[in-house]
Nanobody, 123 residues
């Protein structure tokens, strides 16, 4: 089992940057594929980015490709989401999630979730 805690959210102007962190407990973090998802008010939770256990495979949603970068440090049990060129439509609660099977863009297939961190982008 793994517990996840996100941090790094906040209020930023359009065009600005933030880096989210997701710290995981447990000694088996390196065996988990990790994902970032977000949910805006009144909308479904949507896929943002995912990274395999080794970091060798990375996926992005079309809406963030070229602006966001996912990375992980297995020595620190942490996954990151660097967000550049932020837009008002990026405003949402951002969640990290973990699963032990293959990488997925579907939130329903992830086993463990953090509590989320709010990102607000002002225009």
């Amino acid at each position: 089992q793994v517990q996840l805690v996100e941090s790094g959210g906040g209020l930023v102007q359009a065009g600005g940057s933030l880096r989210l962190s997701c710290a995981a407990s447990g000694r088996t973090f390196s065996s988990y594929d990790m994902g970032w998802f977000r949910q805006a008010p009144g909308k479904e939770r949507e896929f943002v980015a995912a990274i395999s256990w080794s970091g060798g495979t990375i996926w992005y949603s079309d809406s963030v490709k070229g602006r966001f970068t996912i990375s992980r440090d297995n020595g620190k049990n942490t996954v990151y989401l660097r967000m550049n060129s932020l837009k008002p439509e990026d405003t949402a609660v951002y969640y990290c999630a973990a699963r032990t099977a293959h990488l997925s863009v579907s939130y329903s297939l992830y086993d463990y979730w953090g509590q989320g961190t709010q990102v607000t982008v002002s225009s």
